[in-house]
């Protein structure tokens, strides 16, 4: 069995963990807002194509030509919700890079956890076969509790 990650953490480092996890949630949750699914898809997307373009409205509309813009948005509300989408992006890429990798770890983790029950399970398996005192019981338990699937090998379509 390839063993790919070992994770063993202090536990003053799980609560400064903890305790970082605390701060963001208080200093940033006021200031978040959810939306359903629905909400979601109908929103205009601004994304890397369309900051350019965001970008330089701005530009026009807080400068020579608010006076004819004025009256149909505001604009520093636009200058707020403009740098609010910037700084959020730039938070939400550190912490989104953080959680790719706490779920990729807790993937391996699991992966690997789960390779050496199978491995448990296969060996209780054989000791029934040469009736080893006690493996029928561990078997039966072990078995109740976990049913084989065929794994759909995973097809990347381009």
Same mark, same amino acid.
């Given at each position: ?74 604009? &520093?509300?636009?200058?707020?919700? +403009?740098?609010? @989408?910037? *700084? ?8 989104? /890079?953080? #959680? ?14 789960? &390779?050496?029950?199978?491995?448990? +399970?296969?060996? @209780?398996? *054989? ?8 493996? /029928?019981? #561990? ?20």
């Amino acid at each position: 069995m390839n063993n790919q990650i070992s994770i063993s953490i202090s536990q003053s480092d799980i609560d400064a963990v903890k305790a970082a996890i605390a701060v963001l949630e208080t200093k940033l949750e006021p200031h978040l807002k959810g939306v359903s699914d629905v909400e979601r898809s109908n929103l205009n997307k601004l994304g890397d194509k369309t900051q350019v373009f965001v970008d330089k409205a701005y530009g026009y509309a807080s400068g020579n030509f608010k006076t004819h813009v004025g009256g149909l948005i505001n604009v &520093d509300e636009f200058g707020v919700d +403009y740098n609010a @989408f910037k *700084l959020l992006g730039e938070l939400n890429l550190k912490v989104g /890079q953080i #959680a790719r990798k706490l779920e990729d770890s807790m993937m391996l983790s699991g992966a690997e956890a789960l &390779d050496a029950a199978q491995i448990v +399970y296969a060996t @209780f398996e *054989l000791c029934v076969r040469n009736g080893v005192a006690g493996a /029928q019981e #561990a078997h039966n338990e072990l078995a109740a509790r976990y049913k084989r699937t065929k794994r759909t090998p995973h097809i990347k379509t381009t």
